[in-house]
């Protein structure tokens, strides 16, 4: 069965400490992994794309890296304004209308 | 970056009256488009999935006489909610996709059935 699972459920960090979130995916054929970031209220913004293993994406103090079973979403020296969820989705190989999105982590940076 | 417009942002309204909302891609052309419910503290659920000129695919669950969905153009959908009543409540986000690119998502429709 496809399936994506985030971990932790919910993350708090104080301003700078650096630390991961983690999605493990198990799908049939991967088309590509996406990231994206939830504020309160709103819709989900497009952070990346990873499309095979090892490939890795930065933004700003973001960096997401891919295997062949998860992907990972650093954040290097969070700061309060990096507080929000975060999703990932996996997009399935032949399919591409067909995406599996995780429960999200729920980041919370303390000043 | 891609851009997707969602109206209204929200909506009050009486049980039994039927809802419109609108999903618009901006600056592309959306071969797919989608309909996601989202309940509190929770991930998205996917409703449906429609392609332009198509009907919609709805997930196992939705019913398709009560949200109606209507994918007229490349950069327009719908999403009628039907007679709806308090347990339609709910954040409605649509997002929208050009091939197998990502998906770009609007900032949701906040529903409240009175």
């Known amino acids: 069965e496809d399936q994506v699972t985030q971990s932790p459920e919910a993350l708090r960090l104080q301003e700078g400490e650096s630390s991961s979130l983690n999605c493990s995916y198990t799908v049939s054929g991967l088309r590509g992994l996406f990231w994206y970031r939830q504020d309160p209220g709103k819709g989900p913004e497009f952070l990346f794309t990873?499309?095979?293993a090892g490939e890795e994406k930065e933004k700003e103090r973001l960096k997401a890296t891919l295997t062949k079973k998860e992907s990972f979403l650093h954040i290097t020296a969070p700061k309060p304004e990096d507080s929000a969820t975060y999703l990932c989705a996996v997009q399935v190989a032949g399919d591409f209308n067909k995406f599996y999105f995780g429960s999200g982590t729920k980041l919370n940076v303390k000043p | 970056g891609a851009v997707v417009s969602q109206h209204p942002s929200r909506v009050i309204c009486k049980s039994g009256t039927s809802v419109k909302i609108e999903c618009r891609s901006l600056?592309?052309?959306?071969?797919?488009m989608f309909w996601y419910r989202q309940f509190p503290k929770k991930s998205l659920m996917l409703m449906a999935t429609?392609?332009?000129?198509?009907?919609?695919?709805?997930e196992q669950g939705v019913e398709k006489d009560k949200f109606l969905i209507n994918h007229a153009s490349l950069t327009l959908s719908t999403l009628t909610v039907t007679s709806a009543h308090p347990e339609d409540s709910s954040f409605y986000i649509c997002?929208?996709?050009?091939?197998?690119?990502?998906?770009?998502f609007g900032d949701g429709t906040r529903l409240s059935i009175l």
């Open positions: 990873l499309y095979s």
């Open positions: 429609s392609n332009e000129g198509s009907k919609a695919t709805y």
């Open positions: 600056d592309f052309q959306a071969t797919t």
């Open positions: 997002s929208a996709s050009l091939g197998d690119q990502p998906q770009h």
